[in-house]
C-alpha cells in the first residue's frame, strides 16, 4: 500500500518544486548596480533616512517593475517603481496605535479571533487604497484588507 502513495507523493514534490519555481521567476533579488538610471535616481530620493534593505526585480502581467525594501524610523517600507522611476505602490508599516479606529476596527472584524500582527498602510499611484493586515489566528498566518475607510473591499488590491 506504501508503494502505491509513492507515485502520489513523486508528484506533489514535483509540482510543488516547479510552482516555487515560477514564483521565483517572477520576483528576483538583484543589486542596486542592476536598476536603470532613473530608478537609481528614484531609490535615491525615496530613500533619504532610510536604512536599504535590498532590492527585486519583479515580472506582472508582461511588465517590469522594480522594488526597494527600507527601513524607516524602525518601519518597514517598500516603494514600486515602473522602470521610468515612477513610484507605482508603497507599502508602509503602520503602528497599530496610530491607525484610524474604523480601520483598526475593520481589520479586526476582518480577523475574527485572529491577533493583528501588522498592518501596513497600501498606496498606488499616490493614493491610499487600503490597509492589508497580518492576522496570526491558532499559529496559523494569513492576511485581511479594508479600505482606507475600514469597510471591506470589493476586491483584495
Same mark, same amino acid.
Given at each position: 500500500?506504501?508503494?502505491?502513495?509513492?507515485?502520489?507523493?513523486?508528484?506533489?514534490?514535483?509540482?510543488?518544486?516547479?510552482?516555487?519555481?515560477?514564483?521565483?521567476?517572477?520576483?528576483?533579488?538583484?543589486?542596486?548596480?542592476?536598476?536603470?538610471?532613473?530608478?537609481?535616481?528614484?531609490?535615491?530620493?525615496?530613500?533619504? /533616512?532610510?536604512? =536599504? &534593505?535590498?532590492? %527585486?526585480?519583479?515580472?506582472?502581467?508582461?511588465?517590469?517593475? $522594480? @522594488?526597494?525594501?527600507?527601513?524607516?524610523?524602525?518601519?518597514?517600507?517598500?516603494?514600486?517603481?515602473?522602470?521610468?522611476?515612477?513610484?507605482?505602490?508603497?507599502?508602509?508599516?503602520?503602528?497599530?496605535?496610530?491607525?484610524?479606529?474604523?480601520?483598526?476596527?475593520?481589520?479586526?472584524?476582518?480577523?475574527?479571533? /485572529?491577533?493583528? =500582527? &501588522?498592518?501596513? %498602510?497600501?498606496?498606488?499611484?499616490?493614493?491610499?487604497?487600503? $490597509? @492589508?493586515?497580518?492576522?496570526?489566528?491558532?499559529?496559523?498566518?494569513?492576511?485581511?484588507?479594508?479600505?482606507?475607510?475600514?469597510?471591506?473591499?470589493?476586491?483584495?488590491?
Amino acid at each position: 500500500m506504501t508503494l502505491l502513495r509513492l507515485p502520489a507523493c513523486i508528484a506533489l514534490v514535483v509540482l510543488t518544486l516547479a510552482a516555487s519555481s515560477v514564483a521565483q521567476e517572477k520576483e528576483k533579488h538583484i543589486k542596486r548596480a542592476d536598476l536603470p538610471t532613473a530608478v537609481q535616481k528614484a531609490v535615491d530620493a525615496q530613500a533619504q /533616512g532610510a536604512t =536599504v &534593505k535590498g532590492f %527585486s526585480q519583479e515580472e506582472e502581467n508582461g511588465q517590469t517593475y $522594480y @522594488e526597494v525594501e527600507m527601513i524607516v524610523n524602525g518601519y518597514t517600507k517598500d516603494v514600486l517603481m515602473d522602470p521610468t522611476g515612477a513610484v507605482v505602490e508603497v507599502e508602509e508599516e503602520v503602528a497599530l496605535d496610530a491607525l484610524p479606529g474604523a480601520v483598526k476596527d475593520g481589520l479586526q472584524a476582518r480577523a475574527g479571533r /485572529g491577533k493583528l =500582527v &501588522k498592518v501596513e %498602510s497600501l498606496t498606488k499611484h499616490d493614493k491610499l487604497v487600503a $490597509y @492589508e493586515a497580518q492576522v496570526r489566528t491558532s499559529g496559523k498566518k494569513s492576511e485581511v484588507q479594508v479600505g482606507p475607510d475600514g469597510k471591506p473591499l470589493d476586491h483584495e488590491e
